[in-house]
């Protein structure tokens, strides 16, 4: 029996990783079916407002219209691939809860294809990594992408560039 996701959550934050599986999830959409939903997320941690003094709302309108003009693109990329059903958000709130528990419980999701890391080292070295929060605690299939379209490791940044 083949498996097949009806339903596939992919976080993208801008970084090379979460590109990578970007474009896994949309091949894996595309093999199960015209039926399959691809919902792109991208999450405003709003834990990095909380440190700013000055809190400008302008700060969060600005981050959030550049998110959607990159969600704008990944949708576009998707649909130039031959799928149908595309859908984003850009959420607020903190990352790991948001991917792991609050989307896929609202959206139903079956799969979710995360990045094996993401932009912010601080946090990775302070309070652990999203990835790694995310297969631990999700209740649905986790697929850690570390690899490119051809399955070889991006490992260097000159590589990553192609």
């Not at 981050?63 to 998707?78: I, L």
């Amino acid at each position: 029996m083949l498996q097949r996701y009806k339903n596939i959550l992919v976080p993208v934050d801008g970084s090379h990783e979460s590109e990578l599986a970007f474009k896994k999830a949309v091949a894996v959409a595309k093999r199960n079916g015209d039926d399959t939903n691809l919902y792109l997320v991208h999450v405003v941690d709003t834990r990095a407002f909380q440190n700013i003094s000055s809190f400008d709302t302008a700060m969060v309108e600005q981050v959030t219209e550049t998110a959607k003009k990159t969600m704008d693109g990944y949708a576009n990329q998707a649909k130039e691939q031959g799928l149908k059903n595309i859908s984003y958000s850009v959420e607020y709130g903190a990352p790991k809860a948001v991917i792991a528990k609050d989307l896929p419980e609202e959206k139903n999701i079956d799969l979710i294809m995360i990045g094996a890391t993401g932009l912010n080292a601080v946090e990775r070295l302070l309070i652990g990594s999203v990835t790694e929060y995310v297969t631990r605690t999700a209740d649905c299939d986790v697929l850690v992408v570390r690899t490119d379209l051809e399955n070889k490791p991006a490992l260097n940044k000159k590589d990553k560039r192609k």
